[in-house]
Structure formats: C-alpha cells, structure tokens
C-alpha cells in the first residue's frame, strides 16, 4: 500500500484537484483507493459529490480519536472510497486531542487499514498541526505547484517541515515528485517557471503536466472526478497520464511496477 499526500502550504496550486483526480484516474486503472479530506474547506469532499451536512463521521473523528477509519468510510465507486471532511476541521478542537497535539492522529486511526492500494490524502493551505499529522501518516508527499510567478515562494518552508518531520518522527517521509499545475504551454510565464522548477527539483519534477482545463475546474460543482465527468478532455488525459507514471506504467499501459516512483 503507497500512502500519498499532497501538500504545499501555499494557497490555490492544485492540491484538491490534483488529490481528487489523481485518486480517481489510480481507480480507473484498477487500482483500490482511499481519499482522505483533511481540510476544513472540505473541496475534495464535495468534489465527490459528498453533502457535508448528511456525514455524521468525519476525518474530525480521526483526529479526536472518536471514530475509527472504517466508520467514516464513504464509497464514491468499488474501487475509490472516502474519508470526508466538514468546515468543523477549522475550529481548531481537532488538533487538541492528545493524539493530535503529538502528530499521531491520523496514524493511529488508520493503522491496521489494508484494503487499499493507494491512500491519498489532501492537505490545507497551512504548514500546522494537522498538516503534520499528514506527514507523519504518509510514507510519500507530491508538492503540486501552479506555474505562475511566486509558484516556488515558501518552498524552502515546505521542505524544512517535511525534513523535520522525516528526522523526528517518519523516517520513511519521501517526496515522490513535484508536479507541474495549470501549465499553459502558449505563455512565456508558464514554460518559465516550469523551467524553474526543473532547475530547482531537477529529476524529482513528473514528466506529467496538468494543463489549465476549464473541466478541471468545473468538474467539483457537478460532484464528479474529471475522468467521470469529462472522460475525453485534457484534464482527464493528464491526470491520466500522471496516474500511469505514479503507478510506473508506461503510456501504453504495459509493464507494471516497470519503474517505481521514488525519491
Ligand atoms: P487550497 O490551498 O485553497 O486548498 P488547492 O491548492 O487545493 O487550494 P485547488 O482547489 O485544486 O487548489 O485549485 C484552485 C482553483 O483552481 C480551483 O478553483 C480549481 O478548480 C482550479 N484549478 C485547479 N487546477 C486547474 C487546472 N489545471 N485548470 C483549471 N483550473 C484549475
Ligand atoms: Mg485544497
């Protein structure tokens, strides 16, 4: 099992829809996955056509150590299910629990948790307790990035807290890539900073590219993964073509596990 999240604490870069479809383009390949909302703006959770006001049991629960994971699963498909997420995550109650205040909630809940290949897990736009929680779960992270000006402002941040948090407490903590997001390939600004990026993370960068897709962004107010809601568009073809690389297959679909992402 690959537990995956994404993370950049910076606001608006692809975090949600890059969990969201990631998570369904692994499902489309047959892969049983495990999306996990762990932010109080719950978009990925309505993302799946989850009505936050109808969940009794949430990631929340996690966190306070109420529920276990099993009781807070929701089935999108067979193969793709959810742990949801509501605005409650915001209060700040969640990050109090004794688990929490250590790091340990989200671990804790979902040791013993094996019906999954993938865990995907989406995280706030903040580098705080429960984005800890996260990467002390998780074995690898995908930092999303949009390719606009500042996209690298606050990356040294992001990597001296999943560096602490790899020496302190998970050791197993690696990035598995940085990915390229809202790339429009016909403006100077775009192909510049991806350029950047590359001179920055250098190989770590996935060959996968998620161009700027009106779908994309659609797509969550009709309760739907792009790949469901829009199966022919360039959104879903390229968290398509991420899933294959995360997965190590190749475009044509051959050769499984051919080329394992790793850090
Ligand atoms: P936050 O930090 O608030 O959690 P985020 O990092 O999760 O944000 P998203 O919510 O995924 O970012 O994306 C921000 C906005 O950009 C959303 O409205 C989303 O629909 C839109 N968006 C994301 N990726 C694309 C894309 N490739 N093409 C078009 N719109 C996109
Ligand atoms: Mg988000």
Known sequence: MRTIALTNQKGGVGKTTTAVNLSASL????????????????????????NAGRLETTVYDLFTGEARAEDAIVRYSDLLHVIPATPDLAGGEAEKSPLASRGQALKQALAGLTDYDYIIVDCPPTLGLINVNVLVFVDEVIIPMQCQFFALQGVSLLLKTIEMVQKRVNPRLTIAGVLACMYDARTTLSREVLEEIRKHFGSKVFNAKIRTNVRLAESPSFGKPVIDYAPESNGAQDYMALAREVLGVAADGKSPDARQVTA
């Not at 489309?28 to 989850?50: E, K, M, P, W, Y």
């Open 27 to 50: 499902a489309r390949l047959g892969q049983r996955v495990l999306f996990i909302d762990c932010d109080a703006q719950s978009n990925g959770t309505l993302s799946f056509g989850l």
